[in-house]
């Protein structure tokens, strides 16, 4: 009669607001504050021995014995992809389909409406299970910023209440889910989306690190580039406001095979 009469009395969770997620507590865990990370999203390879975060692409399989981020393009097409997408879910202007500029075999993804998010998602989702059944730890989700690229058709909002639908599937699949860039949307998209850590692309030469950090604390991911740097990449580990997990690639992404091939790391 105790345990009945303090269940009654025990107010009723509140309904989510509108955009923020509402997917049930999960089991997944945290990349692990500190370890060096690599990239691989241009081809797998055996991460090396100091390795403790890998990043690969949706169709690869997850590096073993170390944390396994998985890569999946949510916003935009990936190269080579452009025609499994139905042709209504291709953002347009003036009747022509609307490409990345900085990316231009990408098509940008039109999540102006919930019809369309929900049908993106109903692609997506299955890339996610997938990911997890596959043995990945996480998955980041790229082009969060898309609508920074379409004049205005899409807006933040719009991706965010997309990003939602992703979260929440990634939790229910059992993984942790990275935001991916987008440091001055990355306040909300924890509090509103439900994200749980952070990829980041040139923190350190944008001085964007702080803000990644003050979200996520230890569980930023930081990859810079070796064709942009502004300073040595030694100063730039030694440096307290860049993240502990940061590592120094070629902007390709290439394998240790290729000439091209820049692998640095803080340690």
């Known amino acids: 009669m105790l345990v009945l009469a303090l269940g009654g009395c025990a107010a009723p969770a509140a309904p989510p607001a509108s955009g923020e997620s509402s997917a049930p507590a999960a089991s997944f865990s945290l990349p692990p504050s500190g370890?060096?990370?690599?990239?691989q999203l241009g081809g797998a390879y055996e991460p090396a021995s100091e390795v403790g975060i890998v990043g690969r692409d949706r169709s690869a399989e997850p590096a073993e014995g170390?944390?396994?981020?998985?890569?999946v393009n949510g916003f935009q097409t990936q190269p080579d992809e452009l025609d499994s997408w139905p042709r209504d879910l291709l953002l347009r202007r003036d009747g022509e389909v609307v490409f990345d500029p900085d990316w231009p075999d990408e098509a940008l993804l039109d999540t102006s409406t919930a019809e369309r998010r929900d049908r993106i998602a109903a692609t997506v989702i299955p890339w996610i299970e997938g990911c997890a059944d596959a043995g990945f730890d996480a998955v980041e989700f790229d082009n969060l910023d898309s609508h920074t690229r379409s004049d205005g058709a899409l807006s933040f909002d719009d991706n965010l209440a997309l990003a939602t639908l992703f979260v929440d599937a990634a939790h229910t699949a059992g993984l942790a889910a990275g935001q991916k860039n987008t440091a001055e949307d990355a306040a909300v998209l924890h509090e509103r989306a439900g994200f749980d850590f952070a990829v980041t692309e040139e923190c350190a030469v944008y001085v964007e690190?702080?803000?990644y950090a003050a979200v996520y604390g230890d569980h930023v991911i930081d990859i810079e580039y070796a064709d942009?740097?502004?300073r040595p990449f030694a100063e730039m580990c030694a440096d307290d406001d860049s993240p502990a997990s940061m590592v120094l690639r070629d902007r390709d992404l290439v394998t240790p095979t290729d000439d091209d091939y820049v692998f640095e790391t803080c340690r």
């Open 35 to 39: 370890a060096t990370p690599d990239y």
């Open 66 to 71: 170390v944390y396994s981020i998985c890569y």
């Open 209 to 211: 690190c702080g803000a």
């Open 228 to 230: 942009e740097l502004p």
